[in-house]
């Protein structure tokens, strides 16, 4: 009878320090996020040197961003974009580019959200890859597109 117990209370132990941890990591994430939505750009919002104008593999822009950075490895290329906008509008500008690529034939398959902090969701279609909305810095958003070719 006495090992169960001790076997309960350990198991019990272990998913609170678990739980904490998570709680904690979270938090953390948070705040890092919200800090970076009230810092200044400080070049962050400078396209980087050589990038094209448009994004790669034909994926539609949507209105009022400009294309950061652009990188392949393998077969998966990463695009970072910005666009005028705050923590409030985070989940509004991730839905909006997923009008756009609706209109450029992507299906959404999935969504997530934590408002104010970052929406994400997973798309379809002549490519497929996930979409990242979060704080750039003071007054602008990023958005990463990662496609798999």
């Known amino acids: 009878?006495?090992?169960?117990?001790?076997?309960?209370?350990?198991?019990?132990?272990?998913?609170?320090?678990?739980?904490?941890?998570?709680?904690?990591f979270v938090r953390h994430e948070h705040a890092g996020l919200v800090t970076q939505s009230q810092r200044p750009c400080d070049g962050r919002?400078?396209?980087?040197?050589?990038?094209?104008a448009s994004l790669p593999l034909g994926l539609?822009?949507?209105s009022g961003a400009?294309?950061?950075?652009v990188s392949t490895q393998g077969s998966t290329t990463v695009a970072f974009a910005?666009?005028?906008?705050?923590r409030k509008d985070i989940v509004a500008v991730r839905d909006r580019v997923l009008g756009d690529l609706k209109g450029a034939g992507y299906?959404?398959?999935?969504?997530?959200q934590e408002p104010g902090y970052e929406a994400e969701a997973e798309i379809k279609g002549r490519y497929e890859g996930t979409l990242k909305v979060s704080p750039l810095c003071e007054g602008?958003?990023?958005?990463?597109?990662?496609?798999?070719?």
């Open 66 to 69: 400009t294309l950061l950075s």
């Open 1 to 24: 009878m006495k090992k169960p117990v001790v076997a309960l209370v350990a198991v019990v132990a272990v998913a609170a320090v678990g739980g904490l941890g998570a709680a904690l």
């Open 107 to 112: 299906a959404t398959v999935g969504t997530d």
């Open 45 to 52: 919002e400078v396209p980087a040197s050589g990038v094209p």
């Open 140 to 149: 602008l958003l990023e958005v990463r597109y990662k496609i798999e070719q």
């Open 82 to 86: 910005k666009v005028d906008g705050g």
């Open 60 to 62: 539609p822009a949507s």
